[in-house]
């Protein structure tokens, strides 16, 4: 298993070509729910090239050095969103899907706590073979199940108490 390296410019070329699969198999969402943390900048910027309303169900699966060890799912208590209601064609995105727990918990939970919901679809930039789960969308299929070294994780080892920074 080799490691995977994203920078920014591949990372956002990955979510529009995802938004542009999904816009061609004409299926017709009214809502898109990303989940957190990873999940966010792509639900995010689907959101804005859809123009649909987006909320966020916060997630943990991943803790330990390096954020590497995958663990028990925590899902969070409420959906956060703006809308009244949560619509009833909803797109689920995360960034990837590797045991595939989180997808799987998250559908179990929205389906339970939003019974209007009548079709979700599932949408991640990388699906990796050890998922229990396949996405409906996605960029690229891993069959190695490499570690993705996203543009972002630079930020976890940011230490604002050691840095120099002038006022």
């Known amino acids: 298993m080799s490691d995977l390296y994203i920078s920014w410019t591949e990372y956002h070329q990955k979510i529009e070509t995802l938004a542009q699969k999904i816009y061609h198999s004409q299926w017709q969402f009214n809502q898109i729910v990303c989940l957190a943390r990873g999940g966010l900048r792509v639900g995010d910027i689907l959101s804005r090239i859809f123009d649909q309303p987006l909320a966020i169900l916060s997630t943990s699966s991943y803790s330990g050095a390096g954020g590497k060890v995958r663990g028990g799912i925590k899902l ?29 918990e998250s559908i179990g939970w929205l389906k339970f706590r939003y019974p209007q919901i009548q079709e979700m679809k599932t949408a991640v930039l990388w699906y990796k073979s050890c998922s229990a789960i396949a996405p409906d969308y996605y960029i690229d299929y891993l069959a190695d199940n490499p570690w993705i070294h996203q543009p972002f994780e630079c930020y976890e080892n940011l230490n604002l108490a050691k840095q120099d920074y002038a006022d």
């Open 76 to 104: 969070a208590e409420h959906l956060t969103m703006t809308t009244d209601t949560l619509g009833s064609q909803v797109l689920l995105v995360d960034d990837l899907v590797d045991s595939g727990v989180s997808l799987q």
